[in-house]
């Protein structure tokens, strides 16, 4: 065999070519060493994105997702694709909603006033939303736009605006919170997307606690505590 060298894939092409693989040894014994690659590598409960895949740009939109299924995108989704990233008519990338896990799509038009794309296949299957509250005094802008990127990456469930006595900002832009959610979301691979909570003061977060959290414990960050490791704390909680 002589190298090639390095040569362009069509993922999309390559993808199928590896699920028309997998249906083809279906006829083989359950305890094949090839029907057990198999089912690890085309499990239904398939969580991770293939490797292949994660060069692929990654979009957010809203509504459902399902092979065939055809999404006409606005101006920003648009101009992000067709200008920012010069994508064009049969590209392909990944897309996903917080709900229907994430799927390769292709660019079907790049009209430049509305590009559409196609759903092609499933790629990644919705993992569940995490039970994680995470409660902050927000920041000026640029901290807290760190901040709310953040705490998506580390997998917060639902993100919650505290205002306290102290806070440096009394009114807060939830749509561009959720911007930035989504975009970091978009760029670490996750497929539960956070929802923005509105925001509220600490006071009245404590009296209703109970009653919004149920049994949820509450872990207070106190920055002016000697600086050490929490590990103990909350093994003990």
């Known amino acids: 065999l002589q190298p090639l060298g390095k040569i362009g894939i069509d993922p999309i092409a390559a993808l199928r070519v590896r699920y028309a ?3 083809l040894v279906g006829g083989l014994h359950p305890a094949s060493p090839v029907n057990k690659w198999r089912s690890s590598q085309f499990s239904a409960t398939r969580t991770t994105m293939p490797r292949s895949h994660k060069t692929l740009p990654r979009l957010y939109l809203e509504g459902p997702l399902a092979t065939g299924h055809r999404v006409e995108l606005g ?10 990233l010069r ?3 049969a590209d392909a990338l990944v897309v996903f909603n917080g709900v229907d ?3 390769m799509a292709r660019i079907a038009d790049d009209h430049r006033k509305g590009a559409t794309l196609e759903i092609v296949v499933q790629t990644q299957h919705q993992t569940e939303k995490p039970d994680l509250w995470f409660g902050f005094a927000p920041r000026k802008t640029a901290r807290l736009d760190y901040l709310v990127q953040k705490a998506t990456e580390m997998g917060a469930g639902v993100i919650q605006p505290v205002i306290t006595r102290y806070t440096q900002v009394s009114r807060l832009k939830t749509d561009k919170l959720v911007a930035n959610v989504i975009e970091a979301a978009e760029q670490c691979e996750v497929l539960s997307v956070p929802t923005v909570a509105a925001e509220i003061a600490l006071p009245d977060l404590l009296a ?3 009653q919004t ?3 949820r414990r509450l872990v207070f960050c106190d920055e002016s505590a000697p600086a050490h490791s929490p590990e103990r704390q909350l093994r003990d909680i």
Not at 75 to 84: G, K, P, Q
């Open 208 to 210: 209703h606690w109970q």
């Open 87 to 89: 994508m064009k008519a």
């Open 21 to 23: 693989a997998c249906a």
């Open 213 to 215: 959290q149920g049994l």
């Open 75 to 84: 101006r920003d989704h648009t101009i992000y694709l067709l200008t920012v």
């Open 101 to 103: 896990g994430a799927w």
